[in-house]
Structure formats: structure tokens, C-alpha cells
């Protein structure tokens, strides 16, 4: 996930790279836990970041290949009760954020595919060349945290 913000010290490019540890990995692999959970792990990650480092944000568009988590971000009803589980923390850490959550096909969301697979570097180096300063958050052990948790619950009411 990436951000690009215009700060009084220039434009920035804020992201996370994190990447699945061997056990997430499998269980997404597996069906333990559903892609669209962790497709929204990545986004309200990120969305609960950007809300720790910038002070007095309030809003947030987010855009996603997935209409599942368009879904669960805009109404916190999905039909996952693992991505209804992952909306509903951010939900409850920053309920003074106003969130929103806007479709991006896949073909059209080359940055973010782009960081979430091998291309970071790629990614990394266009920002620069548009001027940006690269700021970096590590925020894998929440995702990994919030993984887990997601994994232990039923993908279907």
C-alpha cells in the first residue's frame, strides 16, 4: 500500500513493503484465510498508519482491487467474518477517521500490485523520479497480528 503526500517538506511517498511469513503464506495458499481478508489486512493496515503518522488526518479514500474490502470498508458488512473482523479493528482504533473506499481495477493498480509482489524496488525508484521522498512504515507485526487473529474465525457466516 502507498500513499503519495505533499508535506512542507516536499512530496513523500509513504508505503508499507511487508511481506507474509511462511505460516500466513500457507494459510492463504490454502484457503485458511480468505484472499479478500488478506487484501484487507493490507489496506486497514496501512489506513491505521498513515492515521498514526499524520497528525490530524479525518479522512481517507482508499483504493483496492477488491470489492470485497470496498465493501467491508464502506459498510462494515461483508460477507466474510474475517474481513468484517479486520474493518471493524480499524473501526474501532480511529473511529474519528472517516473512511472511503473506491474500486481501482487491477489493471490500473500497478504501484500497489507492484509493492505487494516483487516489483518493489520498481515502484520504489518511480516515486523517486517523481520527486519523492521515500518514507517507509513497518507495520508487519500489526499485519501479522491481525492475520492470525482473521485466520482463527470462519471465512462464511
Not at 508535506?7 to 479478500?36: K, T, V, Y
Request: one cysteine or more; charged letters at 15%.
Amino acid at each position: 500500500a502507498f500513499s503519495m503526500v505533499r508535506s512542507p517538506h516536499g512530496l513523500m511517498f509513504i508505503c508499507i513493503d511487508p511481506r507474509w511469513p511462511e505460516d500466513i503464506l500457507l494459510a492463504l495458499q490454502e484457503n485458511q484465510l480468505s484472499m479478500p481478508a488478506g487484501e484487507g489486512i493490507g489496506a486497514v493496515v496501512f489506513a491505521d498508519a498513515l492515521a498514526g503518522t499524520l497528525p490530524g488526518l479525518t479522512h481517507l479514500y482508499i483504493f483496492t482491487d477488491s470489492t470485497p474490502v470496498v465493501a467491508a470498508v464502506n459498510s462494515g458488512n461483508s460477507d466474510s467474518p474475517q474481513l468484517n473482523m479486520i474493518a471493524c479493528w480499524l473501526f474501532e482504533r480511529h473511529p474519528q477517521l472517516q473512511l472511503l473506499a473506491i474500486h481501482q481495477p487491477g489493471k490500473r493498480n500497478n504501484a500497489a500490485d507492484g509493492l505487494s509482489r516483487a516489483a518493489s524496488a520498481r515502484v520504489k525508484q518511480d516515486a523517486v523520479d517523481a520527486g519523492a521522498v521515500i518514507w517507509q512504515i513497518d507495520c508487519a507485526h500489526a499485519m501479522h497480528t491481525l492475520a492470525r487473529k482473521a485466520m482463527s474465525m470462519p471465512q462464511r457466516s
